[in-house]
């Protein structure tokens, strides 16, 4: 477990904790723990800190299968996963406006072997993969998705933290078309920190940082009630199972399986929570304690909001300061959502956090928090143009997926075409996106490079609060059979990205666009 105290900051400890909960998958999925099936909790664990100094930092990124014992709701087992630098999951990256963040990625993965298949979206070459720093402004020449990095090859990333950056939560993970969900599933993901203004408002600073990045992790055939438990358990590949089956999926918080922490009472600590899991949005509650809610997405609000439960599409974080004034036990919960069709992703305990010994009365953040002040509200007069995408699923007509035709995902009636720019957008350019869902379930939209500020929704919610002002994000819910409305700036760089359904499965197999933004 992890104390949280005015002696030791965060400290290593052992516990064990009886654990009630359930897992992905169905009803039936073994991964259902009873209240009277109970199993110790491991240690809350932060990931690595690489930390700027001096402007810079440098850091390599290793990747390469790593065979290890992973804690699972069906007891440890053996696997074989795809990693940075051999750990599931990865460092906790800290820097600051106007640094120059330098990432070598060195695939030392073994060569591909299946063929390049006529359609693009077939998923195909698993081990080929590159590099996205989601979220964060920087030129698109910087943050390239578009150039993969075969095995046995390396590739320099170099990015310019603009002057002006948000501070907030970001995050990294591979990007490579076709094993994108892939290789999320094997934990490929890691935090970006952007360090500013906020982290010394009064509430904000008290508080004790706190990592909680959350992964689905996907392991073939580990929910078979007669699996071997000695086996080795790998990531599918999608050439001989779907990618929508759920029953061999579970969620890690930080590299662990239901960890524990202990904290004071009336201490403070503010998580920084990461939906990275790659195809499941999360309503995250604390049964018995509110959420003070100060960021979403890395972009800080303009006041605190506090609700009972926050929801995160894929990819969206939110830092959320906790306190706790009575000793207790409590869990962060990923409650059940329904995703539309009868499908539903089951409750999971995500960790469990113990409140006792000498008590404490720090203060939660009020009044005015310290907002970017390059993001202010975009007006209906600042817009220059309007634009609608549609977001649409035929059960029909889809690239092949073990050599059966599989689903059609498309973006205004096509997939993603390597070869095409299907936006073109003028440098300063203030566009009003509507996004349309006409599937009856739900879509994640993610855009790379510019945040956008949603003002509009066709159920009056946003994140499962009130939108009753507009919010700053760089993914957004898009609900089934309804509407998402939309401003965003392109004041900054030229160049093409991409833009598509961070539901992974989804976007592996066509749902995605490129952007290219011109003078």
């Known amino acids: 477990m992890i104390e949280v105290n005015r002696r030791n900051f965060i400290k290593g400890g052992m516990a064990a904790a009886a654990i009630c909960l359930t897992g992905c998958g169905d009803s039936d999925n073994p991964f259902v723990v009873t209240p009277n099936g109970g199993v110790p909790g491991p240690n809350f664990l932060q990931p690595p800190v690489l930390q700027s100094a001096n402007g810079s930092l440098s850091t390599t990124f290793d990747v390469r299968y790593v065979n290890t014992t992973l804690r699972t709701p069906v007891g440890s087992r053996n696997c074989s996963l795809r990693t940075w630098n051999g750990f599931v999951g990865g460092p906790t990256l800290r820097v600051r406006p106007g640094d120059r963040l330098t990432v070598q990625v060195n695939n030392q993965l073994p060569a591909n072997t299946d063929p390049v298949p006529p359609d693009h979206n077939t998923p195909h070459h698993f081990n080929t993969i590159n590099l996205h720093t989601h979220g964060l402004h920087v030129s698109p020449s910087q943050d390239d998705v578009l150039t993969p990095i075969p095995p046995g090859t390396s590739k320099t990333y170099v990015y310019d933290i603009p002057a002006n950056h948000p501070c907030g939560t970001f995050w990294y993970h591979a990007h490579k078309h076709g094993s994108t ?19 010394n408002d009064p509430g904000v600073a008290e508080a004790a940082q706190l990592d909680f990045v959350i992964q689905e992790i996907n392991l073939k055939g580990l929910s078979d009630l007669n699996a071997d438990p000695s ?43 990461l939906n990275g899991s790659t195809r499941n949005t999360m309503p995250i509650s604390v049964p018995g304690a509110q959420l003070t809610v100060i960021s979403l997405d890395g972009i800080t609000l303009p006041q605190p909001l506090t609700l009972d439960t ?10 959320v300061v906790l306190r706790f004034d009575e000793p207790g036990t409590f869990t962060v919960r990923k409650e059940e959502f329904k995703n539309g069709g ?17 008590a404490f009365n720090l203060p939660l953040p ?7 002040a390059q993001l202010p509200t975009i007006q209906p007069g600042e817009v220059t143009e309007s634009r609608d995408l549609v977001y649409a699923v035929s059960q029909t007509g889809g690239p092949l997926i073990g050599g059966q035709e599989g689903p059609n995902f498309t973006i205004d009636g096509v997939r993603f075409d390597p070869n095409v720019v299907n936006q073109t957008i003028l440098l300063n350019s203030v566009i009003e996106w509507t996004l349309m869902n006409t599937s009856g379930a739900w879509h994640s939209h993610h855009i790379h490079i510019n945040p956008f500020q949603v003002f509009e929704t066709s159920n009056g919610m946003l994140n499962g609060f009130p939108l009753t002002e507009p919010v700053w994000l760089d993914t957004v819910d898009i609900p089934p059979m309804g509407f998402v409305k939309f401003r965003s700036r392109y004041p900054d760089f030229i160049g093409k990205y991409v833009q598509h359904c961070h539901i992974l499965t989804h976007e592996d197999i066509g749902m995605m666009q490129i952007v290219e933004v011109v003078p």
């Open 342 to 358: 009868g499908a539903a992703n089951p409750e999971q305990g995500l960790a469990l956090i113990r409140v006792q010994g000498e």
């Open 231 to 273: 086996a080795t358990y790998e990531v599918p590949d999608y050439t001989t199972k779907s990618p929508f089956a759920a029953g061999d999926s579970f969620f890690i918080v930080n590299g662990a399986f239901f960890p524990e922490l202990t904290v004071n009472p009336g201490r403070t600590i503010r998580l920084r929570i």
């Open 366 to 372: 009020s009044g005015n928090l310290t907002t970017p």
């Open 181 to 199: 969900a892939m290789h999320l599933m094997s934990g490929m993901a890691g935090l970006i920190i952007v360090e500013g203004e906020v982290d």
């Open 310 to 319: 926050i929801r995160l599409a894929p990819a969206n974080r939110a830092d």
